[in-house]
């Protein structure tokens, strides 16, 4: 296709009317087609819409194909990027990175970043040569985008071992000195340009540093350059005129980011190879040299961050969190304590701990004007990751749990807020905040833990009452992290579970109506008298979590409503009809809001919570059959929900519900689900094949009779396994489906399956004839012959004699006993020993013997002596792991003699039956092994006495 020609089409794509006609023509498209995408992308010419359309197909071609084969032209054209197209493409694209505007350079560094994995160092080392040279010009405005390139390099060895990135560490060894320069050639800019490319270079050390500390690139020399050129990053100042900008707009500011990566850079090297004790031992030394010589005067710097905070100076929130983490890290080792502690209790704790940690201006507009997204930020976890509040907790943990002195500092300063009639409220929820963040150290300590009591009733009891939402939040809140008191007064104990209980069921304002759920869960989970006050309550305090849980779509109610019905099981088994139905309706609530949509994660999480909770409802109720024949229904509908909507990311959850379901019985309702579950698994459900295994699994073993009376069910699970067996899934799932076979067969013996059985075996068998890697797999597919021989020995063999595999000229029952032999080591575990012995048995006890089995006859019972002395083991093992659970389950172990009096009778072969057979069977038998037989026998006729002195 030349140019135009592409042009037009990229200019249909973007037509709703022309779209698909367009693309079908560019998917025809094959010789030079990835090249031409380049230059129309390349082309400053063309309109962006039509140039970025073009770098898009070209993104999907390189991701999707740069892997597949090597360009020569053997794979279909479709999948194929020519050999002449990826040398264009390579020569090409750093330039195209350097002069694209924005939009066109986001996708181009895709495309370099898949190119780089796939041919760094082994078929492109020139790329090594094009950073050096645009690096080394003096034309600046190359510079960010060469940075990319490069960032894309290391970001490709990011996470690798040190051994695998020895090509990366060899290229750095070349543009280290480079990029240092340059930095400093920068520095004095405070322009815009200057300071994102500074920033670049930033991310490319992190990149570097972040898992993997390549000490040969960092010699003393060069990590005294870098910690002053990352020292005076962060002590520069931000140009004045930044603060016209609006705040919520400022971290995003180049100037901002630049010292959020030095932060970066700084807090990591100090935390993960600059400590000593808390590093591996290859950087020892480093951490030794690291806090000597350079950790102090970084902190010093760091210091100077506080104070600009403190004295009401605007700093961008990542930077102070980094900043905090970087202290925090300080204040363990005795040198950098040292030049801490003068500042830890006033300019830290007081002027920059303290005010992070009290409600703000900001958390009061968020509450007022949208108390869910409040409540969606207060529960984020991957806000407290970003948080300078959680910063700050941190490092005042830290401070109170490595320094004595701190801790009793600091919760003098908090108790003389707290006591005073005068202070802010606002001032009083960060010293509860305060209070709480230490409460594990608090409860460790018996000056602490004895006066908690008396804390809680003076001072957060009364809150409870309070006009201001925020603090009944916070009294709320100091209760969930004092779960653990030891109450001397059991009218407190009361008094903290009324409050809270009030709270949840009455509280107008939902942030207060969370922490009060939370809160009263842990209280019941830890106070043994807790649960006992609550239990009279129990109906209306789970109806409050089920209408919090509708309105905040909260996944962490979902646990609390969870733990709760785990606690309160008989209570909740009268409403476990209501609560199923309540969470069916919030969970087609959830779905509704797509996965790609703002809060689709998030939503996602609690969809989940919700189908876990109903299955722990379903578990609760297990003996209940009638309310459990009634969740059914409700379900079913979820059930169906998510199938017929094909949402994926629900399917393990809703597989366990299914399972739940059909434990017990199998209505006809859960019959007509099998053939659903087996279009979804023909669509979409290939991969998930593991988690549908326990519903299956119940289909054949709980409602045997139904499985067997229409031919639809057999065909469908069989359908299942034997395209699992050659879809090459992985050999876990292959496991299963074998699994499944042999089940099938032991389940239904005696029950006239004789028609699929040899299919059965078929399948099975067909998988050895491909690689096995794993003994389990193999094992598990002669096991399905060995249970169709345990089923019925002339029906086996017949089929063994009438099948055959492609390239395999070997009769397949030589090749299948054989292997089985050779393997009868691997068999493990009570049930797979037990099979194999009985297959055994049954070859032993053949009367047309097919001649391979005479060939191997003095085999046979070694192998069955083998897997008995095992099956004896694996027995006493259980029996003690049974005694120390103390576990009395006699019809299990009626079960297992029964089984073990099986085996004994077959392996006590009379020998005056049949001489000649006898003789074959027992000639190779060594004296050990001939006393072992011995044993079974005397084993068997103590049975056979046993049973026949029953009345």
């Known amino acids: 296709m030349d140019p135009e020609s592409l042009v037009e089409a990229l200019r249909g794509t973007m037509d709703p ?49 740069w892997s597949g084969g090597d360009g020569s032209g053997t794979e279909t054209p479709v999948n194929n990027i020519p050999e002449e ?11 195209a990175i350097i002069h694209s505007p924005e939009r066109i350079r986001v996708q181009l560094t895709t495309c370099i970043h898949h190119m780089i994995k796939h041919d760094y160092p082994g078929k492109w080392t020139a790329i090594v040569d094009k950073i050096v040279f645009y690096l080394q010009s003096d034309n600046s405005a190359g510079w960010l985008g060469i940075l990319l390139c490069l960032y894309q390099l290391v970001k490709n060895y990011e996470y690798k071992k040190p051994e ?36 670049q270079i930033f991310k490319i050390l992190y990149a570097l540093f972040q898992y993997n500390l390549p000490l040969e690139l960092i010699s003393r020399q060069i990590l005294t350059e870098w910690m002053e050129i990352l020292k ?7 140009p004045p005129e930044t603060m016209q900008i609006d705040e919520d707009e400022r971290p995003e500011l180049p100037w901002w980011k630049c010292k959020k990566w030095a932060l970066h850079i700084l807090a990591r090297l100090f935390e993960r190879y600059g400590s ?9 030394e480093f951490a030794e040299l690291f806090l000597k010589e350079y950790a102090v005067a970084a902190q010093q710097v760091l210091l100077k961050v506080l104070y600009q905070y403190k004295e009401k100076q605007y700093v961008a929130p990542r930077v102070l969190q980094q900043t905090l983490n970087y202290i925090n890290q300080g204040i363990a080792h ?20 303290f005010p992070l940690m009290c409600y703000t201006d900001s958390d009061e507009e968020l509450w007022q004007e949208d108390p869910y997204e409040y409540i969606r930020m207060k529960f984020d976890v991957f806000e407290d990751f970003i948080s300078p509040t959680t910063a700050a907790q941190t490092l005042l943990f830290t401070a109170c749990n490595k320094r004595k002195e701190v801790l009793q500092k600091t919760m003098g300063f908090c108790y003389q807020i707290l006591t005073d009639p005068t202070s802010d409220p606002r001032k009083k929820d960060g010293a509860l905040h305060m209070i709480g963040s230490l409460a594990e150290i608090l409860l460790k300590k018996k000056i602490y833990k004895d006066q908690m009591e008396f804390m809680l009733q003076n001072h957060v009891f009364p809150l409870f009452r309070s006009e201001l939402g925020y603090m009944r939040a916070r009294a709320c809140w100091v209760l969930h992290y004092f779960c653990e008191v030891k109450f001397k007064s059991d009218q407190n104990l009361q008094t903290a579970l009324e409050l809270t209980r009030l709270c949840l069921i009455n509280d107008n304002e939902m942030p207060v109506k969370v922490e009060a759920a939370i809160a009263l869960q842990v209280l019941i989970s830890n106070q043994e008298k807790a649960k006992e006050y609550i239990t009279p309550f129990i109906r209306p305090v789970m109806q409050a979590l089920l209408h919090i849980v509708r309105e905040t779509e909260n996944d962490d109610l979902t646990n609390v409503i969870q733990k709760m019905i785990c606690e309160y099981s008989e209570e909740v088994t009268p409403i476990a009809v209501e609560m199923t139905q309540h969470l069916a309706m919030t969970f087609n609530q959830v779905i509704q809001t797509g996965p790609d949509e703002e809060g689709g994660d998030d939503k996602a999480v609690t969809a989940m919570g919700i189908l876990n909770t109903i299955d722990t409802l379903l578990s609760v109720v297990e003996d209940h059959k009638e309310i459990t024949q009634q969740l059914e229904g409700i379900c079913l509908q979820v059930i169906g929900t998510v199938l017929q909507q094909h949402v994926l990311e629900f399917y393990e959850e809703i597989l366990s519900l299914a399972h739940s379901l059909t434990c017990q019985q199998v209505s006809p309702q859960m019959w007509q689900l099998l053939p659903l579950v087996y279009e979804v698994f023909q669509q979409d459900g290939f991969d998930y094949f593991t988690d549908m295994m326990p519903l299956l699994h119940n289909y054949v073993t709980v409602d045997t009779d139904t499985l067997l009376s229409d031919t639809k069910y057999l065909e469908i699970i069989y359908s299942m ?29 005696g029950r006239g399956i004789d028609q699929v059985v040899p299919l059965f075996v078929a399948a099975a068998l067909e998988r050895l004839t491909r690689e096995v890697k794993t003994s389990e797999l193999r094992t598990m597919c002669l096991q399905v012959a060995i249970a169709a021989l345990y089923y019925s020995p002339p029906l086996l063999l017949n089929t063994l004699e009438n099948l055959r595999f492609p390239n395999n000229t070997e009769p397949i029952t030589n090749h299948f006993i054989s292997q089985w032999l050779k393997d009868v080591d691997c068999f493990l575990g009570l049930h797979d020993r037990k099979m194999c012995i009985l297959g055994l048995c049954a070859l032993i006890d053949l009367e047309h013997r097919p001649q391979v089995v005479n060939q191997v006859a003095g085999q046979l019972l070694p192998a069955a002596i083998l897997l008995f002395s095992g099956l004896k083991r694996a027995y006493a093992c259980r029996a003690e792991h049974e005694n120390e659970e103390d576990d009395d389950d006699e019809d299990g172990e009626e079960e297992d003699d029964n089984g073990k ?5 077959v392996l006590r072969f009379p020998s005056n039956r049949d001489p000649v057979w006898y003789q074959a069977l027992t000639q190779a038998l060594d004296e050990e092994q001939g006393k072992q037989l011995q044993d079974i026998g005397t084993l068997a006729d103590q049975r056979q006495a046993a049973h026949g002195s029953q009345p």
Request: hydrophobic residues 40%.
């Open 164 to 199: 695998e990135r020895q090509p990366l560490v060899a290229a750095m060894h070349i543009f280290m000195p480079m990029l240092k320069d340059r930095f400093i050639q920068l520095l004095p800019e405070h322009s815009s340009d200057s300071v994102l490319i500074q920033k």
């Open 276 to 284: 000593p004790g808390n590093t591996t031992k290859e950087y020892a």
């Open 334 to 353: 005795a040198l950098t304590w040292k030049n801490l502690k003068p500042h830890i209790q006033v300019k830290i704790q007081h002027d920059v701990v």
């Open 17 to 65: 009317n022309l779209r698909e006609a367009a693309e079908r023509q560019l998917n025809e498209v094959k010789v030079n087609f990835v090249s031409t995408l380049l230059r129309v992308t390349m082309s400053e010419q063309l309109d962006l819409p039509v140039r970025q359309a073009g770098v898009i197909y070209l993104k999907n071609m390189i991701t999707q194909h």
């Open 721 to 749: 396994c034997k395209k699992v067996l050659t879809g090459d899934p992985g050999e876990d799932p292959e496991c299963h489906a074998a699994k499944l076979l042999e089940v099938i067969i032991l389940q239904c013996k």
């Open 232 to 238: 005076t990053v962060v002590d520069r100042d931000v």
């Open 901 to 905: 009096a099986q085996i004994c009778d």
């Open 85 to 95: 197209d990826r040398q264009f493409i390579r020569d090409s694209i750093v330039e």
